[in-house]
């Protein structure tokens, strides 16, 4: 208690010197005994090297609740100090509409990284949490047997939102990578959205 109470008193930047002055199992207890807050801005004061060391020390459900706490930017920053792997792991302890956020806050190149570090379970959640626009254009990021194996995993009705918003020939080729059985389930959903988007908010709610 008195640790923490003086780690409370610090600033931001003296916390971060702090706790980066100590070893993995003292750093891991002083951030536990902060507040959600003090831990997101002690986190962002630390040099990258001693933040990404933090994160390793961390669980994955940890690192996803630390860094929800945190701004947009300082998330990023400390995402990109991590190992594709690590932040494809963390990720993953995440619910998909917060994946595909953090992911929208990422560099082109961390995001594909990211995304070909994730299971494509994960992947398809994150896709189908994105708008249209965003998941095609994550997908445009993965390679052929990547992008293959996440549509495979999404529901047919999010599938046909990322193909629906691809390129004409880029849709072709995605088409021509499902199965049979996942192509008509696909081009059923995208006639159902079609349809629905036809009608009227009473019309489309009976």
Same mark, same amino acid.
């Given at each position: 208690?008195?640790?923490?109470?003086?780690?409370?008193?610090?600033?931001?930047?003296?916390?971060?010197?702090?706790?980066?002055?100590?070893?993995?199992?003292?750093?891991?207890?002083?951030?536990?005994?902060?507040?959600?807050?003090?831990?997101?801005?002690?986190?962002?004061?630390?040099?990258?090297?001693?933040?990404?060391?933090?994160?390793?020390?961390?669980?994955?459900?940890?690192?996803?609740?630390?860094?929800?706490?945190?701004?947009?930017?300082?998330?990023?920053?400390?995402?990109?100090?991590?190992?594709?792997?690590?932040?494809?792991?963390?990720?993953?302890?995440?619910?998909?509409?917060?994946?595909?956020?953090?992911?929208?806050? *990422?560099? &082109?190149?961390? #995001?594909?990284? !990211? $995304? @070909?570090? =994730?299971? %494509?379970?994960? +992947?398809?959640?994150?896709? /189908?949490?994105?708008?249209?626009?965003?998941?095609?254009?994550?997908?445009?990021? *993965?390679? &052929?047997?990547? #992008?293959?194996? !996440? $549509? @495979?995993? =999404?529901? %047919?009705?999010? +599938?046909?939102?990322?193909? /629906?918003?691809?390129?004409?020939?880029?849709?072709?080729?995605?088409?021509?990578?499902?199965? &049979?059985?996942? #192509?008509?389930? !696909? $081009? @059923?959903?995208?006639?159902?959205?079609?349809?629905?988007?036809?009608?009227?908010?009473?019309?489309?709610?009976?």
């Amino acid at each position: 208690e008195e640790q923490a109470a003086e780690l409370a008193g610090l600033s931001p930047a003296d916390r971060a010197a702090a706790v980066a002055g100590m070893s993995p199992e003292d750093a891991g207890d002083a951030l536990d005994m902060m507040t959600p807050q003090e831990r997101a801005e002690t986190l962002a004061a630390m040099e990258p090297t001693d933040r990404a060391k933090a994160l390793s020390e961390m669980s994955p459900d940890e690192s996803a609740e630390l860094l929800a706490a945190m701004r947009p930017k300082d998330r990023a920053a400390a995402l990109a100090g991590v190992s594709p792997e690590d932040r494809a792991e963390v990720l993953s302890a995440m619910r998909p509409k917060d994946r595909a956020r953090v992911l929208g806050e *990422m560099s &082109p190149d961390d #995001r594909a990284d !990211t $995304l @070909a570090a =994730m299971s %494509p379970r994960d +992947r398809a959640d994150a896709l /189908g949490a994105m708008s249209p626009e965003d998941s095609a254009a994550a997908s445009d990021a *993965m390679t &052929p047997a990547e #992008r293959a194996a !996440t $549509l @495979a995993a =999404m529901k %047919p009705k999010d +599938r046909a939102k990322v193909i /629906g918003a691809m390129p004409a020939d880029k849709r072709a080729a995605a088409l021509d990578a499902t199965s &049979p059985a996942d #192509r008509a389930a !696909t $081009l @059923a959903a995208e006639e159902q959205a079609a349809e629905l988007a036809g009608l009227s908010p009473a019309d489309r709610a009976a």
